[in-house]
Structures are given as structure tokens and as C-alpha cells.
């Protein structure tokens, strides 16, 4: 069956240190792979978007990367901040390009000051 | 440039009754999707609107149902509410189809009594 699964429920880590967020899907071959970011009683905000060629990706503190062997992206954010704090969403696109999204359940990222 | 706004934010309604959920897409964009976020199932895809046509259906019931106007405005519907419908129903725009993040809206609270 095709699932999407995120690491770990609940990550937490020291401000200053790197966080890392694995995404790894099964049964799925996604042309392309997004990263976002939700706070309690909000919606998501977009974060990154990394194409099945490219390796990696970078933004400011973030960084994503995708393996398509592995099946699996993760998540980096360097010199985490306590405003980091979220929980982060990845999402792919099963019939790629058809905007019909399957979001990952979520790593709640605390950093702890 | 104004970002997705959502009416209601919060609702309270009665099994067995209906709601219509509105939204209002960044101007530009002309794909709107529905998501219903609740803590046990996470972030599900409802239905994707482009051009007042829906491209896709998530896995809901016929009781869920939506549109979108010529102005990208789009509404959902859900007749004979359930219990199991109480959830965050999220709204997200963007541009075009495809390569492009998706805006979220801050969503609909609806609880079902």
C-alpha cells in the first residue's frame, strides 16, 4: 500500500544544534517533494520544494535533500531557534502535477533554549 | 498582496445538519484545494478546483462536496454532518497546476455537537 511517513512524532533538540526531519514514502514515484510548516491553529506555510533531480536544496538555515533510491527526503535546519519550534509537514503529489497532495502525519520540532 | 482567507474561522453545528465552508484564493491563483485536518488522520485532500472545474477527489464521502466561481472564490459543502466531521478544514491557492507551493488559508474550525 502507499503510506508517507515522518521519523518521529516528536523531535526535541538544543537551540544551536542542527535538526534533521526524515520523510520517507513507499509506493509512490513523486517528480517532486515539499516541505512545510504548520503552527498550532494555523495552516501550513510553504517551506521548500525539491525536484527528483535535484539533490539538494537550500534556504537560508534550511536544507532539503531527496533520494529517490531511498525514497526519502530530510528536513535540516542549522543553528536551530526556539522560533523554529513547529510542527513540519512533507508532502508529495502522487499523480504529479495533479495537485492532489498527500501530507506526511508531521515531526512536532521543539528547541529548547 | 492579501494572502487565503477562509469564512467562518470557527462553526458549531448539529448532526444532521449542513455547512458551506468559503474561500478566498490570493489573487492570481487559479487552483484551490480543500484539506480536512484532524489530530488522528492528519492532513487529508478533499478536492482540487481549477478553471470552476474540479480536477480531483480525495477519498470523502458524496456528502462532501464544493465549487469554485469564475473569480477563483471557491466554497465546500458538507451535507448531514457526522460527529466524525469535526475537524480544521484548510483552504490553499496557487498560481497554476503543478510546480507551484501552495498558500494556506487559516482555516475553518467546525465542530460537530
Known amino acids: 500500500s502507499q503510506k508517507i511517513e515522518q521519523n518521529s512524532e516528536a523531535l526535541n533538540i538544543q537551540e544551536g544544534k542542527t535538526a534533521t526531519l526524515t520523510c520517507n514514502y513507499t509506493?509512490?514515484?513523486?517528480?517532486?517533494l515539499q516541505w512545510y510548516r504548520q503552527d498550532p491553529g494555523r495552516g501550513p506555510v510553504f517551506l521548500l520544494l525539491i525536484r527528483e533531480n535535484e539533490k539538494e536544496k537550500r534556504k537560508e538555515r534550511l536544507k532539503v535533500t531527496f533520494d529517490t533510491t531511498l525514497k526519502q527526503s530530510l528536513f535540516h535546519i542549522t543553528a536551530s531557534q526556539p522560533a523554529d519550534s513547529a510542527t513540519y509537514l512533507c508532502?508529495?503529489?502522487?499523480?504529479?502535477?495533479?495537485?492532489?497532495?498527500?501530507f506526511g502525519p508531521g515531526t512536532r520540532l521543539s528547541v529548547l533554549p | 498582496k492579501a494572502g487565503v482567507t477562509q469564512t467562518p474561522r470557527y462553526l458549531i453545528k448539529t448532526r444532521g445538519q449542513q455547512v458551506t465552508l468559503s474561500c478566498s484564493p490570493i489573487s492570481g491563483h487559479r487552483s484551490v484545494s480543500w484539506y480536512q485536518q484532524t489530530p488522528g488522520q492528519g492532513l487529508q485532500f478533499l478536492f482540487e478546483y481549477f478553471s470552476e472545474t474540479q480536477r480531483n477527489k480525495g477519498n470523502f464521502p458524496g456528502r462532501f462536496s464544493g465549487r469554485q466561481f469564475s473569480n477563483s472564490r471557491s466554497e465546500m459543502n458538507v451535507s448531514t454532518l457526522e460527529l466524525g466531521d469535526s475537524a480544521l478544514y484548510l483552504c490553499a491557492s496557487s498560481r497554476d497546476r503543478g510546480l507551484y507551493e501552495q498558500y494556506f488559508g487559516p482555516g475553518t474550525r467546525l465542530t460537530v455537537t
Open positions: 508532502a508529495l503529489d502522487p499523480d504529479n502535477y495533479g495537485q492532489n497532495f498527500v
Open positions: 509506493n509512490y514515484s513523486p517528480a517532486y
